[in-house]
């Protein structure tokens, strides 16, 4: 099974979209703003470790299912290039056995998480900050 459609990898200002998308789903309530970022950055490191681990031990279930749980997440504080790294993903373990170009997604997804946890991360605590002084 070949990856027809490319996850885009434009580079996208990840703390201001995250800030952007809370703010308006979440009406600028910087501490379920904050909540959800640390959410976030709570899952992100069993998400990388799994993409990481699972593919050589075989387990796809919990590559497709983890991969499934993230995507939610990521959906809600508006990480748009991991919702679609999390939505390929998930739909290639489900179709089934993955190949060696799903391989390489999953080294791209979890290199696109460790970013994202940078920017994440720095606008969590901006929001702190910002509560705080507020």
Do not use: W
């Amino acid at each position: 099974m070949e990856i027809t459609q490319p996850i885009e990898t434009k580079p996208k200002n990840v703390e201001n979209l995250f800030l952007e998308t809370l703010s308006k789903k979440l009406k600028g309530r910087t501490s379920l703003m904050v909540e959800m970022g640390k959410i976030f950055l709570d899952q992100a490191p069993v998400m990388k470790s799994i993409l990481e681990n699972s593919h050589q031990k075989g387990d796809y279930e919990s590559i497709r299912f983890e991969a499934h749980k993230f995507k939610s997440t990521v959906n809600i504080i508006g990480l748009d290039l991991l919702r679609a790294f999390a939505s390929k993903t998930e739909q290639l373990y489900y179709e089934g056995k993955p190949t060696e170009c799903t391989k390489e997604l999953l080294q791209d997804f979890a290199a696109q998480i460790e970013i994202d946890c940078q920017k994440v991360k720095s606008a969590v605590e901006e929001l702190s900050q910002a509560q705080v002084a507020g």
